[in-house]
């Protein structure tokens, strides 16, 4: 379940038929496939924001024209980077924090750790009954703990540990999917 999953059943569930995308391919598709027609028109009834290595000046000050016009500002994250082999590279919360100082306006955030994310990936079912399964504590975990969820951190053994990130703390640390079908793996965090 992504947050571009996520964003798009918000978006449904909410009524708003049409979007301006600052985003990737992939977040169009999900939106399309939810029934939220992308526009480059005024005619967005929400202005829906993803993570886009191709993302320019225009994109940034039409997204913010059209907030300041009333559409809705919708962010599928907040992340301000993810890793890569070079070191931490801009994410999604970056182009989020462009057009929120473009637009004057804060956006909605969908993904991890607010709860709407959550809420789409849970539906009816009770939280208590689930189990988070992510590898930030600062979104993951801490989103879980948050709706009364269980959590594990996925961490793999060259990764340095985080703890000293956060006070949100897993229920149970792994160095992989596969450590879930054998208990001997797992670890108290």
Request: hydrophobic share 40%; proline share 6%.
């Amino acid at each position: 379940m992504t947050c571009g999953w996520s964003t798009a059943v918000c978006l449904r569930e909410a009524g708003l038929a049409s979007a301006y995308v600052v985003g990737s391919d992939g977040l169009r598709r999900e939106l399309d496939r939810a029934g939220v027609r992308g526009t480059d028109g005024n005619d967005a009834e929400a202005v829906v924001v993803g993570c886009d290595e191709c993302v320019s000046y225009p994109h940034i000050k039409r997204a913010a024209r059209l907030i300041r016009q009333g559409a809705r500002f919708v962010a599928t994250n907040d992340d301000p980077t993810f890793p890569t082999p070079e070191g931490p590279a801009p994410a999604t919360g970056t182009i989020v924090a462009a057009v929120r100082a473009a637009s004057g306006k804060a956006p909605h955030v969908v993904g991890k750790p607010h709860p709407a994310m959550f809420e789409a990936a849970l539906g009816d079912r009770d939280p208590a009954a689930a189990v988070m399964v992510g590898d930030r504590l600062d979104t993951d975990i801490r989103g879980a703990r948050r709706m009364g969820m269980s959590a594990l951190l996925l961490r793999r053994g060259d990764e340095r540990p985080q703890h000293h990130e956060t006070e949100v703390t897993p229920d149970r640390v792994i160095a992989s999917l596969s450590d879930l079908l054998n208990e001997s793996a797992c670890h108290d965090a």
